[in-house]
């Protein structure tokens, strides 16, 4: 069973997050971001993910911290559900429509983190989070899980491009995620 249970806890914020790879896609999600919550149940359910998450977040000052330590724990229990990710596909892409906006997201689940975005969204916040901590939140994932992600998105209408990225996401991580073989798939031999 490729599962991970993680818990993060700073003076700002605390998140526990329960993370099952060869899950159904059922979630339970309470960040007391709703537009948070809404983006992480769209991944769960188009990444086949089991995922719970519940976190506390010093909300008063703003989104921010709450938003990147929900990044952070998601991608400590992504890196530890894979192990030592023999037989994984590795890396995937994945290219969603959504009306207007079309999101494009490649990722490589190579244990070398970096990400090259192209964001572009109009309004300063999408619901309760702060437009530009959606490409912090991609950033900050791909820091902790050890993922490569390009991700680009455009359109017109914020929150379609916004639910575009994250359903081009979860599609790249269910696809890279997905056991092919019993190899490790470096030609290092190790990720």
Do not use: C, W
Not at 6 to 12: A, F
Not at 65 to 84: C, F, K, N, P, Y
Not at 100 to 118: C, I, K, M, N, Q
Not at 171 to 186: F, K, N, Q, Y
């Amino acid at each position: 069973m490729r599962r991970s249970m993680k818990t993060r806890e700073t003076l700002e914020t605390h998140v526990k997050v329960d993370l099952e790879l060869d899950g159904s896609g059922k979630s339970s999600v309470n960040t007391g971001l709703g537009f948070l919550d809404h983006m992480l149940e769209s991944l769960a359910r188009h990444g086949l993910l089991d995922l719970e998450v519940e976190a506390r977040g010093d909300l008063e000052v703003d989104d921010h911290h709450t938003v990147e330590d929900v990044a952070l724990t998601l991608g400590e229990a992504l890196r530890e559900a894979l192990g030592d990710k023999s037989g994984i596909r590795r890396m995937a892409h994945a290219m969603v429509p959504m009306d207007d906006a079309l999101a494009t997201v490649a990722l490589d689940l190579s244990g070398r983190p970096y990400t090259v975005l192209e964001l572009e969204f109009d309004d300063a916040v999408i619901g309760d989070v702060k437009s530009q901590n959606l490409g912090h939140f991609i950033e900050s994932l791909a820091v902790s899980a050890g993922m490569n992600i390009h991700a680009s998105v455009r359109g017109r209408n914020d929150h379609h491009k916004a639910e575009a990225l994250f359903k081009a996401l979860a599609l790249a991580i269910r696809d890279a995620v997905r056991v092919e073989h019993g190899e490790i798939p470096s030609t290092k031999g190790k990720l």
